[in-house]
């Protein structure tokens, strides 16, 4: 029920592959069903401040097991989980963080994607999780 | 002043209990009054990212001797302790934490609960609460 | 230019007097011109989350010369100043933190109290401010 | 592509130039292509918060290679990078940072520049970078 090194480098390549498709740099983090990092790319020319937005994604994804930006509906001001990003050192609430699940649908791990508009980063997330 | 052991863990339980109960998975921690934890337990499949909330739920509900809930209505924009958030290594201000009381009135702890919705994770939490 | 521990235990004294009057209970904070703590009193029973407010809001005060308050009205969604309480390991940007002047008007350090009410919080900071 | 001292020095010399003329007291920060420090200056008297939340301001416009103000625009709540400022350890996103490139248009750093209004920062901030 956890996520091999095979299984991220997969997962980064076809990342890689849909991030260059649509002609964008992303920073592409996988975690384990721990929420602790396995594999990470940063493209040439990517933001270098969205390696940590990737990181956090992912494990913000795989830390309630969902879609990052279904969070972020809920964290505005009058929502019922308003700052919520004040947790675990750091939530990243907008979309760009996937789950990872096995045939079974347990949850494996996360992936999380930063590196262009939130709708382009959850296309390449999107796109990684699709490889196993 | 201070709970016992032997009294977190009672609020453990009824915690637990209250959680399968309603059909969750929680996690529950208890602080003493001095804000530090006692006693915690995360429940298989619980989310992992409601570890840290929980505790931070019962360290703020510690922290202001109220439920959490209360504080979240007075840190939204506009409000009078707009982003108190980021005092105390960061709180969470929506429902889920509740002080605990002795029979004098006194506070000798909290305890916080997350795993679901706010007002499933208040109920739980309430009855931990009353466990002693 | 800068506070000695004399004029901030005057200040202590005066904002304790001062909380005592209007039946409250406050943590109580003197920083000097560097922003580093000088002197602090949490009275019995006063609450323990108000500790760090307390210590931000004097720094915050010293960080930028002004009351606190003032720098909430700019911090809020679509403000000048949003999300600055990002900075500075974390700044608390509601009323409750005073600078304090020398007699031709030099900032010296800033008081910050937390307890109760913000509008009591700048009551008693004003008072101890008014010490020296 | 990446920024020499001797660079950032000029850079420097001009953001206090700009800054004496508006009548300003400013905190101004360098940092090169991997977003570390390279100079720095606190004018006399500028405010000590500002210290932090120039160098912030340096780090965010290197890191996503625009102007901070642009990313404030989108981190406001309903926006799409929503609480953005929680990664990369405190993203300031408010005007006052400005990338540095060199002749090719290759992003060699940036400067970030705090102590007055935002139009103020970024005035300064804009007059450093045109210095090289």
């Known amino acids: 029920m956890n996520i091999t090194l095979e299984q991220a480098e997969k997962i980064i390549v076809a990342a890689k592959a849909k991030s260059i ?10 975690v384990d069903s721990g929420a602790n990092l396995v594999a990470f790319a940063r493209m040439d020319g990517a933001w270098l401040g969205s390696l940590d937005i990737s990181i ?28 919520i990003e004040h947790s675990n050192n750091g939530l990243i609430t907008f979309p760009g963080g996937v789950p990872l699940k096995d045939a079974n649908g347990n949850v494996i791990g996360a992936v999380g994607v930063s590196g262009s508009s939130v709708e382009n980063d959850h296309t390449v997330a999107e796109a990684g999780a699709n490889a196993i």
Request: charged letters at 20%; proline letters at 3%.
């Open 21 to 30: 498709e649509i002609n964008t740099k992303m920073n592409i983090a996988v």
């Open 56 to 83: 956090k994604k992912a494990k913000t994804s795989r830390f309630f097991d969902m879609n990052t930006g279904v969070i972020g509906e809920l964290s505005q001001p009058g929502g019922a989980l308003y700052n």
